[in-house]
């Protein structure tokens, strides 16, 4: 199943395919870069999706907000799952897909 995405390329469409297998897809740094770019670039519409393994080598499934890079390796981002930011190294993120940002349960801070 493949969701599109308003604004995107075929290539870009190809990344919103949902997966239904475990396995992350492989990606490189170039293309990382790219679909976070994408994203920051139009932050009320897109949003990223990915598997993230932590230091301890734990993989996680995330959907993020990217706010801006942090130096060449890291990118900060709010994260939806943990709704807070949270940084990212770039050589730790794989199988980054762009969702449409409308598909995705924003989180809402509550006032008292």
């Known amino acids: 199943m493949t969701r ?17 297998a475990a396995a992350p897809v492989a990606q490189s740094s170039l293309e990382i870069t790219r679909l976070l770019r994408r994203a920051m670039a139009n932050p009320d519409e897109l949003v990223v999706e990915m598997e993230y ?22 990118v900060l981002a709010l994260c939806l799952c943990r709704e807070e930011p949270r940084q990212f190294y770039l050589n730790r993120c794989s199988g980054l897909r762009l969702l ?3 598909s995705v349960l924003m989180p809402v801070a509550m006032r008292a």
């Open 4 to 20: 599109l995405v308003k604004g995107l390329d075929d290539h870009e469409v190809m990344n919103t395919t949902l997966l239904t």
């Open 53 to 74: 393994s932590d230091s301890k080598g734990a993989v996680t499934r995330r959907t993020i907000s990217p706010i801006r890079f942090v130096g060449s390796e890291r």
């Open 100 to 102: 449409s940002a409308d």
